[in-house]
């Protein structure tokens, strides 16, 4: 059980482009779902919780402009990376709230 | 403010010999503590969790952590390393805080010589 999907794992894209990314919590609902950062070789970085139906908290230094979070249902939220550009290729991390978090394998987001 | 240390970015054990990677945080309420492994180019894998029960936490795959209130630490530790342990690995914390918000540690990879 608690099991968390990211879909694509992998994307590939121009810069200028939007990117979707979704995660999914495929057993168990949750009301809250939280995005990371993680750079090579280095640690998680928080981006935001996403609360359902309602907005997401952004962490300092991150533009919610340009990462849109969506958490339309109890089992799905969405980051856009919006007008993306070279520095914004990463390994994307969800993870969903189920009294702890529930990981998903990430999204490698490269762009060119 | 919470935060994790992670002392050693990266160790190097030899096959079969102990494993222990270290984990200090600071905190003024007492802290949910969590080590997680992760492999290349995947997400996190829970090893273990401390949640103010038992000191002593045994996880998966043969680890374990003792959580040490007055050292401030929660050290990860393994009898024997094998092959297949080598990957990153994550202290995280958290807080009651209504959303339970984790703040990683920095990370140690850990390298398994044969």
Redesign the interface.
Known sequence: GAVVSQHPSWVICKSGTSVKIECRSLDFQATTMFWYRQFPKQSLMLMATSNEGSKATYEQGVEKDKFLINHASLTLSTLTVTSAHPEDSSFYICSAQNNEQFFGPGTRLTVL | AQSVTQLGSHVSVSEGALVLLRCNYSSSVPP?L?W?VQYP??????LL?YTSAATLVKGINGFEAEFKKSETSFHLTKPSAHMRDAAEY?CAV?YSSG?????????T?LKVLA
């Open positions: 949910y969590f997680y180019n995947q997400g996190l894998q829970l969790k994550f958290s959303t339970y918000k984790y703040i990683f540690g920095t990370g990879r």
